[in-house]
């Protein structure tokens, strides 16, 4: 089976299965396997692949520009930066991260975090960043409620692109007000950590449905997410029979019986429930 899309407000389609890297690029001994395991992914599909300035010090960055090195016109690619109160600022972290993946363009440019700092500082940045065509579009990453209704108030604020936040079975909040909110506006949802940082993989229902599928409980999370529409979501695989057995999740195809069981040991929220980072 193709591996699901979604559709960017702008019009642009990207691969609703991508790639992180959080975590890649701080141990030297698996730099090989972990650029083998990205370009791989690209190879299979899973093209949006996802950074930031922070992770290992930029040297996450410096690792992706060396797998997308000569895969980049196949690649969306992601970065973040932190929040700043001095636009200038967020444009030289832009111009530094763009030699660090060693490309003339950002695909998608996400504040990383809210801070107290001005939204309209950020989105002037943003916006200067496309005009001389450094980024091709911005969003947001980890943005609450109230954050995304302030963001789309403000002049230019509507044109974010995406809010990535932590989304999971296990972590359901943002279905009570988040996630209906941000498809009501037509911002899709980029989900980060979809396994709970490996938390949930234990978990016997997922055991369970996997078992009848023959499939892992990986792929079984995954396959929960990419059903749902205006959704995409980051796993990291750093080895490449990972990033195979997150391939293998496009294919999965979960029952109604599966779903009711799945929200039975999932319980999705009674009331609405702060954001939490991870």
């Known amino acids: ?25 701080e141990n030297p001994s698996r730099r090989d396997e972990e650029i083998e395991a990205l370009r791989l992914g690209i190879d299979l599909g899973l093209t949006v692949v996802d950074t930031a300035d922070t992770y290992a010090d ?4 410096e690792l992706v520009a060396e ?15 932190a929040p700043s109160d001095d636009r200038n600022d967020t444009l030289a972290a832009c111009e530094q991260s763009l030699d660090r993946l060693r490309t003339d363009r950002i695909d998608l440019y996400l504040l990383h975090w ?31 409620l109230p954050d995304l209704v302030e963001l789309t108030s403000i002049a230019g604020g509507t044109a974010v692109e995406t809010n990535q936040v932590p989304y999971n079975l ?12 941000c498809r009501e506006a037509g911002v ?23 078992r009848r599928h023959g499939a892992t409980a990986a792929q079984v999370g995954l396959a929960w997410l990419l059903r749902q529409d205006m959704l ?12 195979r057995e997150n391939r293998g999740a496009a294919d999965l195809v979960l029952t109604d019986d599966d779903l009711v069981e799945l929200d039975l040991a999932f ?5 609405p429930e702060p954001l939490q980072a991870l």
């Not at 930029?58 to 960055?61: F, I, K, N, Y």
């Not at 797998?67 to 690649?75: G, Q, T």
């Not at 319980?267 to 009331?271: A, H, L």
Request: hydrophobic share 40%; glycine share 10%; charged share 20%.
């Open 114 to 144: 809210r801070e107290s700092d001005p939204l309209d500082e950020t989105v002037q940045a943003f916006t200067s960043l496309m005009t001389q065509g450094l980024i091709r579009h911005w969003g947001v990453s980890n943005f609450d």
């Open 170 to 181: 296990g972590r359901r909040g943002i279905e009570a007000d988040l996630l209906p909110l």
């Open 232 to 243: 995409c979501t980051i796993p990291r695989a750093s080895t490449p029979d990972h990033v």
């Open 188 to 210: 899709p949802v980029m989900a980060y950590a979809p396994f709970e940082r490996g938390g949930m993989l234990d978990h016997p229902a997922l055991a369970q449905v996997a």
């Open 58 to 61: 930029g040297g996450t960055e």
């Open 1 to 25: 089976m193709a591996i699901p899309t979604i559709t960017l407000p702008s019009g642009e389609v990207i691969s609703a299965l991508g790639q992180g890297t959080r975590g890649m690029a």
């Open 267 to 271: 319980p999705p929220p009674t009331g």
């Open 67 to 81: 797998a997308i090195a000569d895969r980049r016109e196949s690649v969306f690619l992601v970065s973040k930066v």
